[in-house]
């Protein structure tokens, strides 16, 4: 679905013609509000695919690594899977928690209305490629853009790398994935 949102949106919501086709008469604010908030939640569409593909993966990863283990939410997950002190793999990636912690955070906020509110009830702040993004409670996130986008997603991609190519994860057997709807036997 985010790639047909990302069609959409350059290819019909960037042009006024559209807009006119579409909504004939309305004002211009109309329609920049209208395609701001469809990317907006385009945004929000890819960030929840990925935090929720990611975190499928290393649980996957994890429960063959550990059949005992208890960790069970997303944080509890890549902390254990990629823990420095006791390792599971052989090399955990480096500086990996502050962005897996900005991706779970983004991704817990937007489901809650793009507005952050936390079990803890606590701000949070964390760093990432310089910037520090602060998470203030009943307050609505502001600096989601494709920028940071692109770099959450690269940032993640050299961590996912890192766990699929580990000796350890290599050596482990084919896993079966029952929501993939083809177990292995």
Request: net charge neutral; aromatic share 10%.
């Amino acid at each position: 679905m985010p790639v047909l949102g990302l069609y959409i949106m350059r290819v019909h919501l960037s042009y006024p013609e559209w807009w006119e086709g579409y909504a004939n008469g309305a004002p211009p604010k109309l329609c920049e509000d209208g395609r701001s908030e469809f990317d907006r939640h385009l945004k929000g569409k890819l960030l929840i695919d990925l935090a929720g593909n990611l975190e499928h993966s290393f649980r996957r990863i994890l429960k063959q690594l550990d059949p005992q283990t208890r960790a069970a939410d997303f944080s509890a997950i890549y902390a254990s899977l990629l823990r420095q002190n006791n390792p599971y793999l052989q090399s955990p990636p480096p500086d990996s928690l502050p962005t897996l912690d900005l991706l779970r955070l983004i991704r817990n906020t937007i489901h809650n209305s793009w507005v952050h509110y936390p079990e803890s009830g606590q701000n949070r702040e964390v760093p990432f490629k310089g910037v520090t993004y602060s998470f203030i409670v009943g307050k609505k996130l502001d600096f989601i853009n494709w920028d940071l986008l692109t770099a959450l997603a690269e940032d993640i991609f050299r961590i996912a790398l890192a766990v699929v190519k580990d000796p350890r994860v290599i050596a482990l057997s084919a896993m079966s994935d029952p929501g993939a709807g083809n177990p292995l036997d």
